[in-house]
C-alpha cells in the first residue's frame, strides 16, 4: 500500500521522481507516494481529476503551482 512522502523528504527523493519533465512535479495538488518496493507514484489530489494522471503530464487545466498556496485549496 503506497505512503505520503512528506515534503521534507520529497527534496531528498526530486532526483529519482518517475518522469522528471512532468508538470506534475510543481504542482501544488501532486501526492508522492512509494510502495515497499521502492517504486514512487504521482498521485493527484485535484477532486475534478482522477488520481493517477497519464505521465508525463505537459499542459494540465487544474495545475497551481505548488508555492501558490492561496489559490488552491486542498480537497
Known amino acids: 500500500m503506497p505512503s ?3 515534503p521534507a523528504r520529497r527534496k531528498l527523493i526530486m532526483h529519482k521522481l ?3 519533465d512532468s508538470q506534475c512535479h510543481s504542482c ?3 501526492r508522492l507516494s512509494h ?3 521502492g517504486s ?3 498521485q493527484c489530489r485535484h477532486p475534478d ?3 493517477y494522471l497519464p505521465q508525463p ?3 494540465c487545466t487544474a495545475f497551481t503551482p505548488a508555492n501558490d498556496k492561496s489559490s488552491a485549496q486542498d480537497p
Request: glycine fraction near 0%.
Open 49 to 51: 481529476l482522477p488520481k
Open 57 to 59: 503530464m505537459n499542459c
Open 35 to 37: 510502495n515497499k518496493r
Open 18 to 20: 518517475p518522469f522528471p
Open 4 to 6: 505520503r512522502v512528506y
Open 28 to 30: 501544488h495538488y501532486l
Open 40 to 42: 514512487i507514484f504521482l
